[in-house]
């Protein structure tokens, strides 16, 4: 599901395949990079889209870009210009 | 310090206020009552700090700063309503036809204890306001979302 930047843009991500591929669970990514466990699960279902700040740390714990855990969603914002 | 610590210490904070406030209008001591709640604001705020187990990361601060500005857009609005109505009380200046004007609206002028009244009213309405909003926005941000894990 397509999270909301509060601009009205899509934003996806693979932050649950990565915990997966790194046999981490949400409270351990949480914990590693700072935050609540809460914040983790609301940025994987895409209530919440995190800062740039959240999101490097997010793609660095993971040691991969910024674009391979965050997508932006250019097609979704095509729709919304139509 | 822990955060059950943190919330019973809140706890027995909120007891002695209380009790103060009793106090304070048995005696009709207002400045107590203020003193006192200015004071137990102040303790809890810097105890706060030393909690430990409470994490507050940016979505947490997001949701504060939603539902604080969004309490602050509305209360203004009835904040101003209600000033504006005092302020013509304080004012009373009709121009136009005054002898009229006065034998049909008598001067009223509200009482302290009516002032004391819309004061709890505005008090209530904020509270009610950013609790509200900050429900709204704790569901926005994925509060209450449930996982497999």
């Excluded at chain 1, 800062?51 to 870009?65: G, P, Q």
């Excluded at chain 2, 706060?48 to 500005?69: G, L, P, W």
Aim: neutral net charge.
């Amino acid at each position: 599901m397509p999270g909301n930047t509060g601009t009205g843009r899509p934003m996806k991500n693979k932050i649950k395949v990565f915990r997966a591929m790194n046999d981490l669970t949400q409270e351990d990514l949480a914990q590693a990079i700072g935050v609540t466990r809460q914040t983790i699960l609301a940025i994987e279902k895409g209530k919440y889209v995190p800062s740039l700040d959240l999101a490097f740390r997010i793609s660095r714990h993971f040691r991969v870009n910024i674009e391979e855990v965050f997508q932006y969603d250019e097609a979704a914002l095509t729709i919304d210009i139509d | 310090m822990k955060k059950n610590t943190f919330y019973l210490v809140v706890g027995c904070i909120a007891l002695a206020l209380l009790a103060i406030f009793w106090y304070s209008v048995e005696l009709h001591i207002r400045f107590l009552a203020e003193a006192a709640f200015v004071i137990a604001i102040g303790i809890i705020y810097l105890i706060r700090k030393k909690v430990t187990d409470i994490i507050d990361d940016e979505r947490s601060a997001r949701i504060s700063e939603q539902a604080s500005i969004r309490t602050f857009q509305v209360f203004w609005v009835a904040f101003a309503a209600m000033s504006i109505g005092a302020v013509m009380q304080m004012l009373y200046v009709p121009t136009f036809s005054k002898a009229d004007f006065e034998e049909l609206h008598p001067r009223e002028i509200l009482g302290p204890r009516m002032m004391g009244y819309f004061q709890l009213g505005l008090l209530c309405l904020m509270i009610f306001l950013y609790v509200g909003f900050r429900i709204y926005y704790a569901r926005k941000y994925g509060d209450w979302e449930t996982d497999e894990e």
